[in-house]
């Protein structure tokens, strides 16, 4: 079964710092990747994902994400951040399993942008 | 276009209790998948349904049961609810099987007693 470790709990930043949250996977065969965000109260919103092709995806609100097969990380990043970026982020992986395609979700990291 | 949209928002049962939270996809999509979301075991998947079949189903109890409807909404239930239960659940919705292109709805956040 695959599995997805988010290195960091809690990540507190600047506003216009830059930032990595970091994860790996598990699995050494062909993965598709995501990250996820959810604002407090919320569900979770899609900001980029990584299914083949180039290794750097650009997602929504100025993250992006490389993919580095030999090391199984999807580290996401954004040059400056902003007090909106406050949130909780996931990393996810599909894991397909009796024909069927599932997500499984690290355990988050809580971003908090000061001013 | 209509997002996900699940119902009630926020539920509080009392242990022994069950409960039914309803979800409503995005128009002409398909897939319906639940997860359950709490701050000890992060998000785990719980089932998902295409076409009114159960297509995938996570390490759940029995106690937990969905359906999918011909119009795609989808229906979860909890029985016999134990103090444990308590999370927020969350609905996605797709247009095909799968996890690629998930729509996820606000959550119902249940509060068993």
């Known amino acids: 079964a695959q599995s997805v470790t988010q290195l960091d709990s809690q990540v507190p930043v600047f506003e216009e710092a830059p930032v990595e949250l970091r994860c790996n996977y598990s699995?050494?065969?062909?993965?598709?990747l995501f990250w996820y965000v959810q604002y407090p109260n919320q569900g979770l919103q899609l900001l980029l994902k990584?299914?083949?092709?180039?290794?750097l995806v650009k997602g929504i609100n100025g993250f992006e994400a490389e993919f580095n097969k030999s090391q199984t990380s999807f580290h996401l990043r954004k040059p400056s951040v902003h007090i909106s970026d406050t949130a909780e982020y996931f990393c996810?992986?599909?894991?397909?399993?009796?024909?069927?395609?599932?997500?499984?979700f690290g355990k988050g990291t809580k971003l908090t942008v000061n001013p | 276009k209509a997002g996900v949209t699940q119902t009630p928002r926020y539920l509080i049962k009392t242990r022994g209790q069950q409960v039914t939270l309803s979800c409503s996809p995005i128009?002409?999509?398909?897939?319906v998948s639940w997860y359950q979301q709490t701050p000890g075991q992060g998000l785990q998947f719980l089932f998902e349904?295409?076409?009114?079949?159960?297509?995938n189903k996570g390490n759940f109890p029995g106690r937990f049961s969905g359906r999918q409807f011909s119009n795609s909404r989808s229906e979860m239930n909890v029985s016999t609810l134990e103090l444990g239960d308590s999370a927020l659940y969350l609905c996605?919705?797709?247009?095909?099987?799968?996890?690629?292109?998930?729509?996820f709805g606000n959550g119902t956040r249940l509060t068993v007693t």
């Open positions: 996605a919705s797709s247009l095909y099987t799968g996890g690629i292109s998930l729509h």
């Open positions: 699995s050494s065969v062909s993965v598709y």
């Open positions: 990584y299914l083949s092709g180039s290794t």
């Open positions: 996810a992986v599909s894991e397909i399993e009796g024909g069927s395609e599932k997500l499984v």
């Open positions: 128009s002409g999509h398909r897939s």
């Open positions: 349904y295409f076409s009114e079949t159960q297509r």
